[in-house]
């Protein structure tokens, strides 16, 4: 089922000081509360809309694996288009 959301793109990146496992991705931050992971990779496609306002459609999946969890407040999409709003 595919769905439409608004929301700033957040991109987490490497911190040298911090020791232990690291979340390095991006994120889509929405005004209802809840944060989607649209993906896991450090190097990713999004970051050049980082700190931006976009629309994003994509479908939610539930990740294989290791992942961030958090079942109130914490989704996966992939997404299928992205634009910037305003």
């Known amino acids: 089922m595919a769905i439409e959301l608004i929301g700033v793109i957040r991109v987490a990146r490497r911190n040298p000081k ?4 690291q979340f ?10 809840m944060t989607w992971v649209i993906d ?4 990713s496609r999004f970051q050049d809309f980082e700190g931006r306002q976009v629309r994003v459609a994509g479908e ?7 992942h961030l969890i958090d079942s109130n407040t914490l989704g996966h999409l992939r997404v299928s288009t992205i634009e910037l709003c305003g």
């Open 40 to 43: 896991y990779r450090e190097q």
């Open 18 to 21: 911090f020791q232990g496992k």
């Open 60 to 66: 939610p999946y539930e990740p294989d694996g290791q």
């Open 24 to 33: 390095l991705g991006v994120t889509l931050e929405c005004s209802d509360g």
